[in-house]
Structure formats: structure tokens, C-alpha cells
């Protein structure tokens, strides 16, 4: 269950709240996307993955607060299960890359004055 909420939450997250994403994480979503695909349906891989890019690109805590508060049902964006996503992350992480390249499109949260 947590594999599925891991996905369910970061696919949220994507969609739903992409200012908690930095312009790194922004310009590194392709190479996710590509990542994701080669992992041929795995599920519980394709989750260690988003997990892993979520902590390399400061997403991790937001990744977990999402996931104790998303429900373990299908996206209300794609009205897909879950099994059915596996299939098509790539492409989503794809559109809400592509939806983000547009002028104005994304505000990215400033954290220029927190501490490291």
C-alpha cells in the first residue's frame, strides 16, 4: 500500500501543487520520466524511483506529508487505477513538463533566503 500511495502522492503533488517544485527538479522531470519508463510497470520500483528523485531534489518531506493525506483511490485528474497509471506516469510527469515550459506557467517557491 505505501508503493501505491508513494505513487498517488507524487502524481498529486505534480499536478496539484507544482510551486513546491524547484526549477532544478522542473528541468530534471524528463530524465525521471525516461527512468520511470525503462522500469517496465514495476510498481514498487517506479515508487523507490519517485521517492529517491523526490529526496535528491528536496521534495522528500512534501512527498510524505502528501502521502499521509492522499487517499489510496484513483486520481481525480485521470480517473485511472493506480494499475493502469504504471503505464502512463511517464507521459504525465511528460505533460506537466511541458505545461511548466509555458510563459508563467509555474511559480516556483522562492527559498533564496532559507538556510542550507
Known amino acids: 500500500?505505501?508503493?501505491h500511495?508513494?505513487?498517488?502522492?507524487?502524481?498529486?503533488?505534480?499536478?496539484?501543487s507544482?510551486?513546491?517544485?524547484?526549477?532544478?527538479?522542473?528541468?530534471n522531470l524528463p530524465d525521471l520520466a525516461t527512468e520511470i519508463e525503462n522500469?517496465?510497470?514495476?510498481?514498487?520500483?517506479?515508487?523507490?524511483t519517485i521517492k529517491n528523485w523526490c529526496k535528491k531534489h528536496g521534495l522528500g518531506?512534501?512527498?510524505?506529508?502528501?502521502?499521509?493525506?492522499?487517499?489510496g483511490k484513483p486520481l481525480p485528474s485521470t480517473l485511472e487505477p493506480l494499475e493502469n497509471l504504471t503505464k502512463t506516469i511517464?507521459?504525465?510527469?511528460m505533460d506537466?513538463?511541458?505545461?511548466?515550459q509555458k510563459p508563467g506557467a509555474i511559480t516556483t517557491a522562492d527559498t533564496s533566503n532559507e538556510s542550507r
Do not use: G, H
Open 5 to 16: 500511495k508513494n505513487i498517488v502522492a507524487f502524481l498529486s503533488l505534480l499536478n496539484e
Open 1 to 3: 500500500m505505501k508503493t
Open 96 to 100: 506537466a513538463y511541458n505545461q511548466a
Open 90 to 93: 511517464p507521459q504525465i510527469i
Open 39 to 48: 522500469l517496465a510497470d514495476n510498481e514498487s520500483d517506479i515508487a523507490d
Open 61 to 71: 518531506k512534501v512527498l510524505r506529508t502528501r502521502r499521509e493525506v492522499t487517499p
Open 18 to 27: 507544482p510551486e513546491f517544485f524547484q526549477m532544478e527538479a522542473w528541468q
